[in-house]
C-alpha cells in the first residue's frame, strides 16, 4: 500500500437547505481523497476530454450527466439569497453555464432527485429539523443587523430545485426527474451512454464503477477546467481494487449499512491498522483502517456471509448483500454476490401497489415526471405521498402560518382532482412530510382530499387530461381556479395574460387565507409584478437595499412556495397554463418585492411605488381592485396596517396552534386570523379597459392555452 499524504483537518463540504443530497456519498470520503490522496485528484480541461471523445467516437458527441441536485448551492450566484429569489439573474446564470459547454461542443443531461426514498426518510427528517435552527438564526441576524448575513450561512432560496428543473427545461436542456435515488440513475446513465463524465458533488461517484467524474466544486466556467476524482488512482492509494469499493463504502456507513452497526468493527479495524496516525483526524484513520482490512479480505460470496455473521446487523442479516448490490448498475455482477443472487435495481412501484389503477392515467403522470414536465402528481398517484423541504420563514412570526398550512386547502381540493373516491365517497388519505414550525416530523400527516365547490362536482382526471375542445378547457381553467375559490372570477382573468392570471389567483388566494396581510402588503406585490415587466437581469441585479425587513423576507418565501402550488394544480388540472407562465422569472423578484414592500409600509406616494411610469397606475388599481372584490366575496376585508420602519425585533416564540392542523375543511377556508374591523379599497374597474403587458397578440392569455 503507497504511503498517502499529510491529512488535513477540516470537514469536507458544508449543508445547504434543501437541496444537499441526503448522506450525500461516503461521510468524510471527498475530503479524504482530497487530503490524503491527491493523485486522485487531477485537473482537467473539458474542451481536451471532449476533442479526444470525438476522435475515439466520430459518431457519438460528447456528453456530461449532470447531477442537478448537488449543483444546485453552487450555479446559484446573485449576491441577494433571502429575498425569495433572484430568478431573472438565476435563470440567466443558467443559460451562460449552459453556452458554456455547448460552446465547446459538449451536450449536458441534467438529472433531479424524484423521490425521497424511505430507506433516506430519517436523514431527511433530521436535516430538515437541523436547517430550522439554521433560519431561526438568519432571522435573528436579519432583525439585528437589518441586512442578508454573509455566505457562511447561506442556504438556496425556497424551491430552488423545483423551479431550476423548470428551468432548465425552458432553456431546451433534457432534463429528467428520477423514479430512484438520483446517484444510482445518475451513474447508470453515464455507464450506459457512453458519457464522458459525470458532474457533481457526491462521493458515492466514486465507489460506482461508471464513467469519470468532475467535480461541480472545482469547476472553473470560464476555462472549463475542473477536477476529475479517480477511482482507480484511490484505490492504487488504498491497495484496493475496483470491485472492493462497493463493500468499502458499505463498511464505511452508507444508505443501506448505519453508521451506528459499525463502530465496534472500526475499533476493531483501528487497533490492527498499520497506518494509523496521530495528525489524523480519527475518520481519516478509520478510511485507512477499513481499507486495509478489506484488502486482505478474498471477494468472495463466504467473505460477504462472513461479514455479515461478524458484524451486529440484528435480525437483517442480509444488509451488506443489500449495500453492496445498491452499486452495482444494469448488466454489472461482483465477486462478492454470486449471478444468481443478484438482482438488477429497478424502479420498484408496480401499477398493482400505485394508489392510481387507471393504467391510462398512470403511465402519463409517471412519463410527465421522467421528463420533468409535471410537478409531485406521480408522487401522490403512485404512493399517495408528497413531502416540501424548508423554506425561508420566522417561526417567531406569530401572524403568519407556514406556508404549508396556507396552501393545505389547495392541495386538498388539489388531491381530489387526482383521487377517485372510493364506496360512500371517501377518498384515501395523502401522507403530508411538510416542514413548518410545530411539526415534529415524526410521522407524516394524513390528510382527507376535499372536493371544490364546483358545479356539477369536479371532472374526472380522464376527461381533465385526454379530452379535446373549448369546453374541456373551460373545464380544465374552471377547475383549476376552483382549487384556490375563484371559480366565479373566471372571466375577469381571461382579459388578463396568463402569467398576470396565475399571479392574480396566487395573490387572491394568499389574501383571503392570511387576515393579517394587509393593503401594504398587497400594494407591494401588485407593484412588484407591473414594475418587473421590462427589467433585465442585470438591472435587477444593480437594485440595491439599505436594509433588509425580516417580515418581508418571509413572505417573499410564502409567495414563490405558492408558485409550487400553482405547478401542482395546473399538473392535476390538464394545463390549463403553460408551466412556463407560472416561473417565478415571470412574476417576482426578491430584491424588487422587498423595496416595493418597504415603500409600500413607509406610506409612499403611488408614483414613487411605480418607478414614476404613469402607464402603470390604471393597471395598477385594476389589479388591486380584482384582488379587493375577490377578498369581499368571501367577507375578507382587507385592512391598512402600515408599518412603517418597524422592523420586527421580537424573538417570542411562536406558539403553536393546533387548530392549523385541520386536515378536512369545507369548500371555502376563512382566513386563519380573526378579522380586525378596517377598511377595504375599493376602486371600481374603469369600462372597456383591460391589464395587459404589451400587444394582445404577442402574448397569451389564459383561455386559450395551445395543446
Same mark, same amino acid.
Given at each position: ?8 483537518? /477540516? ?33 482537467? %480541461? ?37 429575498? !425569495? ?36 426518510? %430519517? ?6 429539523? $437541523?436547517? *430550522? ?49 438520483? %446517484? ?12 464522458? !463524465?459525470? =458532474?457533481? $458533488? ?100 463466504? #467473505? ?26 444494469? /448488466?454489472?455482477? @461482483? ?38 414536465? *409535471? ?5 401522490? =398517484? ?60 415524526? $410521522? ?30 373551460? $373545464?380544465?381553467? #374552471? ?38 396581510? @394587509? ?36 413572505? !417573499? ?12 394544480? *395546473? #399538473? ?36 414613487? =411605488? ?34 412603517? *420602519? ?45 391589464? /395587459?403587458?404589451?400587444?394582445? %397578440? ?10
Amino acid at each position: 500500500m503507497r504511503g498517502p499524504a499529510p491529512a488535513g483537518s /477540516g470537514s469536507a463540504g458544508s449543508d445547504c437547505c434543501e437541496v444537499q443530497r441526503l448522506a450525500m456519498g461516503i461521510k468524510g470520503l471527498q475530503g479524504f481523497v482530497a487530503r490524503v490522496c491527491p493523485d486522485a485528484c487531477k485537473t482537467v %480541461d473539458l474542451r481536451e476530454v471532449a476533442e479526444k471523445h470525438r476522435i475515439d467516437h466520430p459518431d457519438f458527441p460528447p456528453v456530461i450527466v449532470v447531477d442537478a441536485m448537488s449543483c444546485v448551492r453552487y450555479w446559484y450566484t446573485p449576491e441577494s439569497w433571502v429575498c !425569495g429569489g433572484q430568478w431573472r439573474e438565476y435563470l440567466a446564470i443558467l443559460e451562460d453555464f449552459i453556452k458554456a459547454f455547448m460552446a465547446a461542443g459538449i451536450k449536458l443531461v441534467f438529472y433531479f432527485d424524484g423521490v425521497v426514498e424511505e430507506k433516506k426518510r %430519517d436523514e431527511w427528517i433530521k436535516r430538515r429539523l $437541523q436547517n *430550522n435552527k439554521e433560519i431561526a438564526r438568519i432571522f435573528q441576524f436579519i432583525k439585528t443587523h437589518r441586512k442578508q448575513p454573509g455566505r457562511e450561512m447561506f442556504i438556496v432560496p425556497s424551491a430552488l430545485p423545483t423551479f431550476t428543473r423548470f428551468a432548465l427545461k425552458s432553456l431546451g436542456q433534457k432534463t429528467v426527474c428520477t423514479l430512484q435515488e438520483a %446517484d444510482f440513475e445518475v451513474a447508470a446513465y453515464g455507464l450506459q451512454h457512453n458519457c464522458i !463524465g459525470i =458532474l457533481g $458533488q457526491d462521493s458515492d461517484y466514486l465507489i460506482y464503477n461508471t464513467c469519470p467524474y468532475f467535480s461541480i466544486e472545482k469547476l472553473s466556467l470560464d476555462r472549463l477546467v475542473t477536477v476529475m476524482y479517480s477511482r482507480e488512482d484511490l484505490c492504487r492509494a488504498l491497495g484496493l481494487s475496483l470491485t472492493h469499493l462497493p463493500l468499502f463504502a458499505c463498511l464505511l456507513g452508507n444508505d443501506v449499512v448505519p453508521e451506528s452497526l459499525l463502530e465496534r468493527f472500526w475499533r476493531k479495524c483501528l487497533v490492527t491498522s498499520p497506518h494509523k496516525n496521530n495528525s489524523y483526524n480519527r475518520r481519516t484513520n478509520i478510511l485507512l483502517a477499513v481499507a486495509n482490512y478489506i484488502s486482505k479480505v478474498p471477494c468472495s460470496y463466504s #467473505s460477504l456471509k462472513h461479514l455479515e455473521e461478524m458484524l451486529p446487523l440484528g435480525s437483517d442479516k442480509t444488509l451488506l448483500h443489500r449495500g453492496v448490490e445498491s452499486y452495482l448498475l444494469p /448488466g454489472q455482477q @461482483s465477486p462478492w454476490i454470486p449471478p444468481n443472487l443478484t438482482s438488477c435495481q429497478t424502479f420498484s412501484l408496480q401499477q398493482q401497489t400505485a394508489v392510481c389503477q387507471d393504467k391510462e392515467i398512470f403511465q402519463l403522470a409517471k412519463e410527465q415526471h421522467i421528463q420533468s414536465e *409535471n410537478y409531485t402528481i406521480f408522487n401522490i =398517484l403512485s404512493k399517495g405521498e408528497i413531502e416540501c423541504s424548508n423554506s425561508l420563514e420566522d417561526e417567531c412570526d406569530t401572524e403568519i402560518p407556514g406556508q404549508a398550512l396556507i396552501y393545505r386547502p389547495a392541495r386538498q381540493h388539489i388531491y381530489s382532482v387526482l383521487l377517485e373516491s372510493g364506496k360512500g365517497g371517501a377518498y384515501p388519505l395523502v401522507k403530508e412530510w411538510f416542514v413548518y414550525f410545530g411539526n415534529p416530523l415524526q $410521522q407524516p400527516e394524513l390528510i382527507q382530499p376535499v372536493q371544490p365547490s364546483m358545479p356539477g362536482g369536479t371532472p374526472n382526471l380522464k376527461t381533465l387530461w385526454f379530452a379535446k375542445g373549448p369546453d374541456v378547457e373551460k $373545464q380544465r381553467c #374552471s377547475t383549476f381556479l376552483a382549487c384556490f375559490h375563484l371559480q366565479d372570477r373566471m372571466e375577469e382573468l381571461q382579459a388578463l395574460e396568463a402569467p398576470v392570471a396565475a399571479f392574480c389567483c396566487l395573490l387572491a388566494y394568499l389574501m383571503m387565507q392570511v387576515s393579517s396581510l @394587509s393593503l401594504e402588503d398587497l400594494n407591494a406585490f401588485v407593484a412588484v409584478i407591473l414594475c418587473l415587466k421590462g427589467k433585465s437581469a442585470a438591472q435587477l441585479a444593480g437594485l440595491q437595499l439599505a436594509q433588509v425587513d425580516s417580515r418581508g423576507v418571509h413572505l !417573499g418565501a410564502v409567495f414563490v412556495r405558492g408558485l409550487t402550488t400553482l405547478l401542482m394544480a *395546473n #399538473s392535476a388540472c390538464g394545463f390549463p397554463f403553460r408551466m412556463d407562465d407560472l416561473m417565478p422569472w415571470e412574476v417576482f423578484d426578491g430584491k424588487l418585492f422587498q423595496e416595493k414592500y418597504q415603500q409600500s409600509h413607509q406610506g409612499c406616494s403611488l408614483e414613487e =411605488l411605480l418607478e414614476g411610469n404613469e402607464s402603470l397606475y390604471t393597471p395598477f388599481q385594476n389589479l388591486k381592485s380584482f384582488i379587493c372584490k375577490a377578498c369581499t366575496a368571501k367577507k375578507r376585508t382587507i385592512q391598512s396596517r402600515p408599518r412603517g *420602519n418597524g422592523f420586527i425585533t421580537g424573538t417570542q416564540q411562536r406558539e403553536f396552534n393546533p387548530r392549523f392542523q385541520q386536515t378536512h375543511r369545507s369548500s371555502f377556508v376563512p382566513p386563519y386570523h380573526n378579522q380586525m374591523r378596517g377598511f377595504l379599497w375599493r376602486n371600481p374597474q374603469p369600462q372597456g379597459r383591460e391589464y /395587459g403587458l404589451g400587444h394582445p %397578440d404577442r402574448r397569451r392569455r389564459f383561455q386559450l392555452p395551445p395543446r
